[in-house]
């Protein structure tokens, strides 16, 4: 099997390489999927906000990270279904638990967002 370009890279040129990378997915993810673009705007909306109203320093930081972790969950989900969409495209009942789980995830993950802002604004 041959090896990924990127091992045989260290140090510096690693990470520039990662960071690359990063960027591409941010990209991708942008271009390709609705609700990651959906999450950027609620993002750009949320974590000003956060700064705005002013709560404790741990509740700044719990509010803007809880926001930060739907973009993360919603990547993760993305980059799920897209290797499942190369594997095939046909239905399969695993396929669908595999994406329906994933899209529970990104729910819970929204959930969340609600649940922290809510505790931390009637705090």
């Given amino acids: 099997m041959q090896e990924p370009p990127f091992k045989g890279k260290t140090g510096l040129k ?4 990662a960071c690359v990378y990063s960027a591409d997915g941010l990209k991708a993810a942008f271009r390709h999927e609705d609700a990651f673009r959906q999450e950027i705007l609620l993002a750009t909306s949320l974590v000003p ?12 930081v719990l509010m803007i990270s809880s926001v930060l972790l739907v973009l993360i969950v919603e990547l993760l989900n993305s980059a ?7 594997i095939s495209l046909e ?13 529970a995830a990104v729910l819970i993950a929204l959930l969340n967002v609600a649940v922290i802002w ?3 604004l009637l705090e």
Wanted: aromatic share 6%; glycine share 6%.
């Fill in 91 to 103: 239905y399969h009942p695993l396929i669908k638990r595999a994406k329906d789980m994933g899209s």
């Fill in 49 to 60: 906000l956060a700064l705005y109203l002013e709560p404790s320093a741990v509740g700044r």
């Fill in 80 to 86: 799920l279904e897209a290797a499942l969409d190369r």
């Fill in 118 to 120: 809510l505790l931390v």
């Fill in 14 to 17: 690693r990470l520039l390489s």
